[in-house]
């Protein structure tokens, strides 16, 4: 378990804590050491409801927290269901987030929604938070779970609930500056901080709305990682390009161009080193029968010798070679 706060000041704590049962073993001590940091971190603003006793003692998984001042994105990922036992009656004003990534997770009655609402995998779920809800997971169930302060949403969704596919161009942009911030927050300084965790709501804004200003600078980054992510998962596509992916994005070419301007590399070479990757490790695996022009053809390279250059100029040797030396 890690703890590594920052402070942008009296009562604003920037940082990451975590745990993974995998790590540390699983049980009641586990999951109480991440009980007692989000109570000292978290607590006076975001108290936790109690859980019953099957997932204290059974704890699975790995959770992880990333606060920025008020605000605090949490990943669970579980191999044991995760269940409340009671709530407190404390009374809140803050707005919750949920992105279902595997499994699901279930919220009994939240505020406004007349019924339960279920987060599935590919979905969000956005509420106004006014009383803590009972909620359970599956067995087998990961989600992001985003905590803003009242004030920041509560216009969106106070009184209406919002729910959808998390697949839209702001759902994927919002989730690629999360996943920046979680790698970068140990690092963050106070104004760094404060921009993220603005941005943050910024784009849970656009979530909401289906939009976001591609124009905003604070947002470059973001955008050029949801890019990355994007390409990454269709790497073996006859139709991948920039064009295709700045489609997906709802942006223009020369906008997702300008995101890759400050950064070592155009998109274009992305597209095109991660294709090379893919490969190479294809072509290591012990047994393969690939051979270097179908590799060529797999990863749309226009024949075997410009595959051939690209990948020695890449990894300094043909992939015949690469191949041999692997096996």
């Known amino acids: 378990m890690s703890d590594r706060p920052r402070f942008l000041g009296p009562g604003g704590k920037v940082g990451t804590f975590a745990v993974d049962a995998e790590a540390t073993g699983s049980g009641r001590e586990t999951w109480e ?7 000292d971190r978290m607590g006076d603003s975001y108290p936790l409801p109690e859980f019953d006793a099957a997932t204290v003692e059974g704890f699975q998984g790995t959770m992880r927290s990333v606060t920025l001042h008020d605000t605090a994105v949490n990943e669970l990922w579980g191999s044991s269901p995760l269940r409340t036992r009671a709530v407190g009656t404390h009374e809140h004003d803050h707005i919750r987030l949920y992105v279902g990534l595997r499994g699901a997770l279930a919220l009994q009655d939240p505020h406004d929604q007349g019924g339960d609402a279920r987060i599935p995998a590919g979905t969000y779920f956005m509420h106004h938070v006014v009383r803590e809800n009972h909620f359970h997971t599956t067995a087998d169930s990961a989600s992001r779970i985003f905590i803003f302060p009242g004030d920041a949403l509560r216009s969106l969704v106070s009184g209406r609930p919002r729910s959808g596919p998390a697949t839209s161009p702001a759902a994927q942009v919002l989730m690629a500056h999360t996943t920046m911030v979680q790698r970068t927050v ?42 990355k992510d994007l390409a990454d998962t269709r790497l073996t596509d006859a139709d991948l390009s920039p064009a295709a992916i700045a489609a997906h994005l709802h942006v223009s070419v020369r906008t997702l161009q300008r ?9 274009s070479a992305y597209i095109r080193r991660r294709r090379l990757a893919e490969a190479a490790e294809a072509l290591s695996v012990p047994g393969t029968r690939l051979t ?7 990863w749309h390279f226009t024949d075997s010798s410009h595959f ?14 690469y191949a041999r030396r692997a096996a």
């Open 292 to 298: 270097v022009s179908e590799a060529a053809a797999r």
């Open 33 to 39: 050491s991440f009980i007692d940091t989000w109570n």
């Open 308 to 321: 051939i250059r690209a990948f020695k100029k890449q990894y300094q040797v043909t992939p015949a070679r």
């Open 186 to 227: 140990g690092d963050l300084g106070p104004a760094a901080a404060r921009a993220s965790r603005t941005a943050l709501i910024e784009l849970a804004k656009g979530l909401v709305l289906d939009h976001f200003d591609d124009r905003e600078p604070t947002f470059t980054p973001a955008l050029a990682q949801a890019a």
């Open 259 to 267: 995101a890759f301007a400050g950064l070592d590399e155009s998109f």
